[in-house]
């Protein structure tokens, strides 16, 4: 059986971090979240994987190339616009089988669901479509799924206030789909799985099955969700690899990363690769700090990730905030919670981020500056 893999998005909701990175090669613990869902398919034993790509396209079939480093085959259909998330999969039709249903997941959601079991269910039902469900107490900014007693989806309810919440199962995106269904997504503009084409599905009872997947899954939709995500990659919540060594409980150091002598590290959190903590630093809970970084003498950094090749210089405080790559923060700055600063940023010395303040890449904040207001089109 193929995969489709979507990962056209802009990800708009996770600027200024996507302003020059597409969502899919977004880090997580130090490795492009498109990675995790290759590595699922190829556990369940699915190899020829088909990739819609649009937004930075070029920079998602730059990194994974054919995908022979793990162990499968992309083939990348190109959206020449945005075309939803039906509609890119029909472009890819002519690389998918014609007699065998497919596979449909995000590349920028985490998840270990059981593919292997998603798909025996869809083959032992005569539904045309088989949507994984999981539960969510509060489903309101999901698509609610409302099932009949023999387990078919009788309704899909796209973000539904609380007077409309009758069921505890959302939609994750991922389906196994049989070829057929292709011929409902119009060729014409873009279309959407569950605004368009499942509430066609649905006018017959039986074309839309519902399995619940009791396992790890997340739509990495905000910058909250994006740290949440790395909490529970170093826990082990989902099922997902760390490429390091695990020198405490929790705590995850990758090879060639150095650490002085009297630097305090609080799990969970992960060093990078060649990363370097000098004398005094506090690093951790909840914070991963990628390939490349270095965190300068007594520096702090509490819930926060600072990406590949970022400089946090002597006497920094990190508290809940996200630094982009190649960023360069000059001694005894302050980045405050949910603070979100882009690639290639200079934070002066003594400067301070005030909470959720985001700052766009390639911008400077000068030496004392107070920054209270997002800075995305100004240079400074």
């Not at 023999?150 to 796209?158: A, T």
């Amino acid at each position: 059986m193929k995969a489709v893999l979507m990962a056209g998005g802009e990800g708009r909701r996770m600027r200024p971090l996507t302003s020059t990175v597409p969502k899919p090669l977004l880090p997580v613990v130090d490795r492009p979240l498109m990675t995790h869902s290759i590595e699922l398919l190829a556990r369940h034993g699915i190899t020829d994987i088909v990739v819609t790509v649009q937004y930075l396209a070029s920079q998602i079939r730059d990194y994974f190339d054919d995908g022979s480093d793990y162990g499968v085959t992309l083939t990348y259909a190109t959206e020449t616009q945005p075309l939803g998330t039906a509609g890119g999969v029909a472009m890819a039709r002519s690389l998918l089988d014609s007699d065998e249903p497919f596979l449909v997941l995000s590349a920028d959601t985490l998840t270990d669901t059981d593919l292997s079991a998603l798909i025996e269910a869809h083959m032992s039902d005569e539904a045309r479509l088989t949507m994984t469900l999981a539960r969510r107490e509060d489903p309101r900014e999901f698509g609610m799924a409302v099932l009949s007693g023999s387990g078919h989806v009788q309704q899909l309810k796209e973000k539904p206030t609380w007077a409309e919440v009758v069921s505890d199962r959302v939609n994750t995106g991922i389906y196994c789909v049989d070829p057929e269904v292709l011929d409902l997504i119009p060729s014409d503009g873009p279309s959407d799985w569950a605004q368009d084409i499942i509430p066609i599905l649905l006018r017959e009872p039986g074309n839309v099955a519902g399995f619940l997947s009791e396992r790890y899954w997340e739509d990495v939709g905000s910058l909250a969700t994006y740290l949440s995500v790395q909490r529970d990659v170093m826990l082990g919540t989902v099922r997902s690899g760390i490429r390091a060594f695990e020198v405490d409980e929790n705590v995850w150091v990758a090879e060639g990363a150095e650490v002085a002598g009297d630097v305090e590290l609080n799990g969970p959190m992960y060093l990078g690769p060649f990363a370097r903590l000098e004398a005094g630093a506090v690093v951790g809970p909840d914070s991963v700090l990628g390939a490349n970084v270095v965190v300068g003498r007594g520096a702090r950094i509490e819930q926060s990730m600072v990406m590949g090749g970022s400089w946090v210089d002597r006497g920094c405080e990190l508290r809940g905030a996200i630094i982009g790559r190649g960023v360069q923060v000059l001694h005894d700055v302050r980045v405050n919670d949910g603070a979100v600063i882009g690639d290639e940023c200079v934070l002066g010395e003594e400067s301070s981020v005030s909470a959720n303040v985001h700052v766009y890449p390639s911008k400077s904040v000068e030496a004392g500056a107070q920054l209270q207001d997002s800075l995305v089109w100004e240079s400074r």
